[in-house]
């Protein structure tokens, strides 16, 4: 079983608001990783978490807030967003075994800020 | 700093035709490259991973290679089909850590 999977598919949310995405991956995967992808830009890497600890801030802002509470889940909290930010949120696992590692990637949140 | 790029940004081409996609990075010191499928609106599809020790990767009608000290890698399609419309992205991994970059992705169109 290679699926990773994210709730909510859809999140529409005002700038004052306080949401959450969450991810999920049952393959024993240590690397999970957030990304954010615009419309027809590729994947942008946000933050990487490897055996539960945070390796990769790619200077996200502090409005989006990652969190890996165990090894199969993680979290993305979001707060006082802005309508730029509005994309397609995706997550992705691997093995975090460098040259082998595969990246398999969940169907994605699409999130619209208002 | 790795740049990723992907020639052609489009392909349309009939059904049955093989084709090439075209990726090239700048910096050689990688980990691997992923190739993967986006269908419009979704998430990543993996389609093949090449670790930078290995020159090629077959998975039934794909065959994708790879040519470190050039910094390309390609994807060839054989026999292709309708079904395989989509976006194809690849992605290089940097040595010495989980930073991924992205190439732009070439929007593939076969027609029936």
């Known amino acids: ?114 | 700093k790795q740049e990723v790029t992907q020639i052609p940004a489009a392909l349309s081409v009939p059904e049955g035709e093989n084709l090439v996609l075209n990726c090239s990075f700048t910096d050689s010191a990688i980990y691997n490259l992923q190739w993967f499928r986006q269908d419009p609106g979704k998430g990543l599809t993996s389609l093949l991973l090449i670790q930078s020790s290995q020159r090629e990767q077959t998975s039934g009608r794909l065959n994708a290679s790879l040519d470190k000290s050039s910094g390309r890698s390609t994807l060839y399609i054989a026999a292709s089909q309708p079904g395989d419309s989509a976006t194809y992205l690849c992605a290089v991994r940097n040595t010495g850590g989980f930073k991924t970059i992205f190439g732009a992705g070439t929007r593939l169109f076969v027609k029936a």
């Open chain 1, 1 to 114: 079983d290679t699926e990773v999977t994210q709730t909510p598919k859809h999140l529409v949310m005002g700038m004052t608001n306080k949401k959450s995405l969450k991810c999920e991956q049952h393959m024993g995967h240590r690397a999970m990783y957030w990304y954010k992808q615009k419309a027809k830009k590729p994947p942008e890497l946000m933050f990487v978490y490897s055996y539960e600890k945070l390796s990769i801030n790619e200077s996200v802002p502090s409005r989006f807030s990652p969190e890996c509470p165990n090894s199969s889940l993680l979290n993305l909290h979001l707060h006082a967003l802005q309508p730029e930010d509005s994309a397609l949120y995706l997550c992705a696992s691997g093995s975090g075994q460098g040259r082998k590692d595969t990246q398999y990637f969940g169907p994605g949140t699409r999130l619209t800020v208002l």
